[in-house]
């Protein structure tokens, strides 16, 4: 009996003993099972912690609130992921349909439209666009009840789903009409909370993680830290509408055209002209600017019209036999016939010559101007100072800001005046004129590479106010140089910054009181250092372009304004 009995014991220890080790067999092949998961694989390289990750059974809780589905595929990042936060997936849509559920009451509803709204006031290529039709949406907008898999609890607010690998964005966002806001809030939910958190998930679905975790690197201009981010996770309480930080982030993941075109060459030419001095202006009055290429030493012209979308081949417009190696030359239209003419000015004895242009050549040149004062002081600009359609020759000094006038009559200049006698000293500013208001009369515009600021005198038709701060920016751009033109076709001319040597463009635009923050108009890769650049309209379509000039071949690389 004692020996039966002894048996069964062992039987049982035995069967136990199978028992467990079926048991951590299956519990370490299910471990195995998971660390084969390609979708948790993946999500860890992208560099979520452990801890972050829930299985839910069909899908990966990262986060709190960001939903991966098991059945989905998820491409691998070559790199870890990045905030303000980017999720590798990029979506590769621009026109997105989304769904808001009907079954939600009409605060939910209104929030989900006012989420979109606040999407779409971003300057980006992202349109979201509202649906009626759940079989033609990207994103379906619900009640976690409306979804039977899916129970949120009085905790959360919402859940977003991520881009996946085909490019699209994540499929659903679910919100909580249930949160418990004044348990964990500690007041009642408003409706600012209710849009804000749509915002929220908005931006997992497209593509963006959390901007307040450790894991990833920035995406360029965003700060390391963003209190006011709407990414920002578990602050579901309080969070509000987009920072400026989040505002780059979405930018650059889904980036507006920059407005001007790749280059394109216009000319290509096998003569050197580096004995010339180049300039753009419309010689022909037909609208376009042209390039204009003046040799001082023996008072020579050659002139290369556009087309509109090429340079015809130079022509001499001017072959004189004088010398002007001592003036500096400037193109304007000085007798207000549409055509820009040829003006030299000597700066020592206050002498300019005028060559007018009649629309196919130069006419000999002619003494404007014979002064006896010496202005090599000065700096020397032509523009239309009074409004009058006739463009005026301008002298600036900057080191004690004080500016001269010589008004253009038709035929002649008059005696120079001041405009301007101020008492501050601008020597470390480049100096240009344009129209920056609108009023028709061109302004005096300093301009301080090193520190982004500018300071404007206003034109008033006999003089130039005192010199107001339009920008005071905390950027160097000493690498760049400095033009000025109408890129937009308001009227108002803008800063224009070009670094040549990485084919990059800044546009300041003007909103006649002051200058926008500068933004970035073109970024391409090449290098253009050898090229002279200007602006100038050379198609005619009321908006400033970017001319590239290399002397030495003959060669013209024009960026359009889109």
């Known amino acids: 009996m004692k020996k039966t009995v002894k048996n069964v014991l062992i039987l049982n220890s035995l069967f136990l003993l199978l028992i467990g080790c079926s048991n951590d067999d299956k519990v370490l092949e299910n471990e195995n099972l998971l660390q084969n998961d390609p979708v948790l694989q993946t999500i860890e390289k992208w560099g979520f912690s452990k801890d972050d990750i829930k299985d839910l059974g069909d899908y990966y809780l990262v986060d709190g609130d960001i939903v991966f589905y098991k059945d989905e595929k998820y491409l691998s990042p070559d790199s870890p992921s990045t905030k303000q936060r ?29 989420a979109i709204n606040r999407w779409n006031a971003v300057n980006s290529t992202l349109n979201l666009i509202v649906t009626t039709v759940p079989a033609n949406a990207h994103i379906q907008i619900m009640y976690d009840s409306q979804d039977p898999a899916v129970n949120l609890g009085s905790s959360t607010f919402g859940r977003g789903t991520f881009p996946t690998a085909n490019g699209l964005p994540g499929r ?8 418990d806001s004044p348990r964990f809030c500690g007041r009642a939910i408003t409706q600012n ?13 497209v593509g963006i993680t959390h901007t307040n975790q450790s894991f990833g690197s920035l995406i360029p201009g965003t700060p390391n830290t963003d209190s006011q981010s709407v990414m920002n996770g578990g602050q579901a309480c309080t969070i509000d509408n987009f920072s400026a930080g989040d505002i780059t982030a979405i930018q650059f993941l889904f980036p507006v055209p920059l407005p001007f075109r790749n280059g394109a060459e216009w000319l290509n030419g096998p003569f050197n ?26 008072e020579r012209v050659v002139v ?15 072959n004189g036999p004088f010398n002007y190696s001592a003036y500096q030359f400037e193109v304007g239209d000085v007798n207000n016939d549409g055509r820009e003419d040829i003006i030299g000015i000597r700066k020592d004895d206050e002498r300019v010559v005028v060559w007018l242009s009649n629309g196919n050549g130069f006419r000999s040149g002619a003494e404007w101007l014979n002064g006896p004062f010496n202005y090599s002081a000065y700096q020397f600009e032509v523009g239309d100072v009074n409004n009058d359609g006739r463009e005026d020759v301008i002298g600036i000094r900057k080191d004690d800001e004080r500016v001269v006038v010589w008004l253009s009559n038709g035929n002649g200049f008059r005696s120079g005046a001041e405009w301007l006698n101020g008492p501050f000293n601008y020597s470390a500013y480049q100096f240009e004129v344009g129209d920056v208001n609108n009023d028709g009369r061109e302004d005096v515009i300093g301009i301080r590479k090193d520190d982004e600021r500018v300071v404007v005198w206003l034109s008033n038709g006999n003089g130039f106010r005192s010199g107001a701060e339009w920008l005071n920016g905390p950027f160097n751009y000493s690498a760049y140089h400095f033009e000025v033109g109408d890129v937009n076709n308001d009227g108002r001319e803008d800063v224009i910054g070009i670094r040549k040597d990485d084919e990059r463009a800044v546009v300041w635009l003007s909103n006649g009181n002051g200058f926008r923050s500068g933004a970035e108009w073109l970024n391409g890769p090449f290098d253009y250092s050898s090229y002279g650049f200007h602006i100038g309209d050379v198609n005619n379509d009321g908006e400033s372009d970017i001319v590239g000039i290399r002397k030495d071949d003959e060669r013209v690389v024009v960026w359009l304004n889109r």
Do not use: C
């Open 304 to 318: 290369w019209l556009s087309n509109g979308n090429g340079f015809r081949s130079g022509a001499e417009w001017l």
């Open 273 to 298: 002209y580096s004995a010339y001095q180049f300039e753009v202006g419309d010689v022909n009055n037909d609208g376009r600017d042209d390039v204009v290429g003046i040799r001082k030493d023996d």
């Open 172 to 179: 659903t966002i679910w919100v909580n009409p249930d949160f």
């Open 193 to 205: 909370m209710r849009i804000t958190n749509v915002q929220h998930e908005i931006g997992h679905n």
């Open 86 to 114: 980017q999720h590798p997936n990029s979506v590769t849509i621009s026109n997105i349909n989304v769904f808001i559920n009907p079954g939600m009451n009409i605060n939910w509803r209104n929030a989900s439209t006012q």
